[in-house]
Nanobody
Framework: QVQLVESGGGLVQAGGSLRLSCAASGRTFSSYSMAWFRQAPGKERELVANIVYNGGNRYYADSVKGRFTISRDSAKNTVYLQMNGLKPEDTAVYYC???????????????????WGQGTQVTVSS
C-alpha cells in the first residue's frame, strides 16, 4: 500500500520556522517528482513547491519564494519543506503529493498528482 505521511506542522508565531516532512512507504519515490500543496479554509488547494525526480530543479509559488525550500532525501524516501519567515497568510493544511508514474516532470496542478498525504496543519499567529 502506497502511503505519504506528512509531519512537522504546528502553531508558530509570525517570523518563526517549521520543517515539514513527507515520508513515503510502499514504493520508492526517488524517480518521481513530488510537490507540496496547501489549502486554507474557504480557498482552493494551491501549489507551494515542487521538485523534479532528480532534485535538480525546483519551483516555488511567488508568495513563498525566498522563504521556503523544498528538498528530498532519496535514501530516506522523504521530501521536506523548510519554511522560514512564516506569515499568518501561510496558515493552511499542507499536503505532499506524487504523480502516478515515475519520470514525469512536476506539474503545478493538483490533477497532476495521484498519491496524497493526509495533510499537516500549519498555523501562524500574528
Amino acid at each position: 500500500q502506497v502511503q505519504l505521511v506528512e509531519s512537522g506542522g504546528g502553531l508558530v508565531q509570525a517570523g518563526g520556522s517549521l520543517r515539514l516532512s513527507c515520508a513515503a512507504s510502499g514504493r520508492t519515490f526517488s524517480s518521481y517528482s513530488m510537490a507540496w500543496f496547501r489549502q486554507a479554509p474557504g480557498k482552493e488547494r494551491e501549489l507551494v513547491a515542487n521538485i523534479v525526480y532528480n532534485g535538480g530543479n525546483r519551483y516555488y509559488a511567488d508568495s513563498v519564494k525566498g522563504r521556503f525550500t523544498i528538498s528530498r532525501d532519496s535514501a530516506k524516501n522523504t521530501v521536506y519543506l523548510q519554511m522560514n519567515g512564516l506569515k499568518p497568510e501561510d496558515t493552511a493544511v499542507y499536503y505532499c503529493a506524487a504523480p502516478g508514474r515515475r519520470w514525469y516532470p512536476p506539474d503545478t496542478r493538483p490533477e497532476g498528482y495521484e498519491y496524497w498525504g493526509q495533510g499537516t496543519q500549519v498555523t501562524v499567529s500574528s
